[in-house]
């Protein structure tokens, strides 16, 4: 069965781009296939990663741009790390490349040989610290990713905070409808267009032309009547 190397990419927030994610694992492997997830938290919450999760198979290969693209909790990261090393699955991380699997292979691997002399028993020492070690790096690079997220997660907050100290409004605020170009120029379709105003044509025929969704169709035309 032909071996796939894919590309995973996401991000946690409608403000962020994704497009920096694809054009880094792009550039070093232009042969990916890259699965996007947009606006997620755990893997729980991301049904683009479980679909692709259940469908690796031995000798698959799944690139990150880096470490907290897979995972921002520590212990679920090494333990999804693990899962899929057990599998056979080859993981890259380009901002993280000594967390690879290719590297915490050769540290299984390339245990000393024993002896069968009374050095064994040092020489086996060493080479559970060598794997120890390996394995310590990999949650290393998980634990950072957690305490980033952390991080960020509680500046946001001070953030909010003090800008409501401020006196500044956090949000839409409630009531006011949203104004932007799109929304203008959609109320200014319905409104000539549509049978409830100066127009001809049906509901169905205006989303149509304006190329907004049911609901917020139906949210313009009720903020039109009201003079919104």
Same mark, same amino acid.
């Given at each position: 069965?032909?071996?796939?190397?894919?590309?995973?990419?996401?991000?946690?927030?409608?403000?962020?781009?994704?497009?920096?994610?694809?054009?880094?694992?792009?550039?070093?492997?232009?042969e990916a296939?890259?699965?996007?997830?947009?606006?997620?938290?755990?893997?729980?919450?991301?049904?683009?990663?479980?679909?692709?999760?259940r469908k690796?198979?031995?000798?698959?290969?799944?690139?990150?741009?880096?470490?907290?693209?897979?995972?921002?909790?520590?212990?679920?990261?090494?333990?999804?790390?693990?899962?899929?090393?057990?599998?056979?699955?080859?993981?890259?991380?380009? @901002?993280?490349?000594? %967390?690879?699997?290719? #590297? +915490?292979? &050769?540290?299984?691997?390339?245990?000393?040989?024993?002896?069968?002399?009374?050095?064994?028993?040092i020489?086996?020492g060493?080479?559970?610290?060598?794997?120890?070690?390996?394995?310590?790096?990999?949650?290393?690079?998980?634990?950072?990713?957690?305490?980033?997220?952390?991080?960020?997660?509680?500046?946001?907050?001070?953030?909010?905070?003090?800008?409501?100290?401020?006196?500044?409004?956090?949000?839409?605020?409630e009531?006011?409808?949203?104004?932007?170009?799109?929304?203008?120029?959609?109320?200014?379709i319905?409104?000539?267009?549509?049978?409830?105003?100066?127009?001809?044509?049906?509901?169905?025929?205006?989303m @149509?032309?304006t190329? %907004?969704?049911?609901? #917020? +169709?139906? &949210?313009?035309?009720?903020?039109?009547?009201?003079?919104?």
């Amino acid at each position: 069965m032909k071996q796939v190397v894919y590309g995973y990419c996401r991000v946690s927030t409608m403000k962020q781009s994704i497009k920096r994610q694809i054009d880094n694992i792009k550039k070093l492997y232009p042969e990916a296939v890259i699965v996007e997830e947009k606006y997620t938290g755990t893997t729980l919450d991301r049904p683009n990663w479980l679909r692709l999760y259940r469908k690796l198979k031995s000798g698959d290969t799944v690139i990150f741009d880096e470490v907290s693209r897979m995972s921002r909790d520590a212990e679920e990261g090494f333990r999804i790390y693990e899962e899929l090393y057990r599998k056979g699955i080859n993981l890259i991380f380009i @901002k993280e490349p000594h %967390i690879n699997t290719d #590297t +915490y292979k &050769k540290a299984v691997n390339n245990s000393i040989p024993m002896t069968n002399t009374n050095v064994d028993y040092i020489l086996e020492g060493i080479n559970k610290y060598l794997l120890s070690l390996a394995k310590e790096q990999i949650k290393i690079a998980f634990n950072q990713a957690e305490k980033e997220a952390d991080f960020i997660r509680q500046r946001t907050k001070e953030g909010i905070a003090q800008a409501r100290l401020d006196g500044k409004q956090i949000g839409h605020p409630e009531g006011v409808a949203m104004v932007t170009k799109k929304s203008i120029k959609a109320k200014e379709i319905i409104k000539k267009q549509s049978r409830d105003f100066d127009g001809m044509l049906s509901d169905v025929d205006v989303m @149509k032309l304006t190329g %907004i969704t049911r609901n #917020t +169709y139906y &949210k313009y035309k009720k903020e039109l009547k009201e003079g919104i």
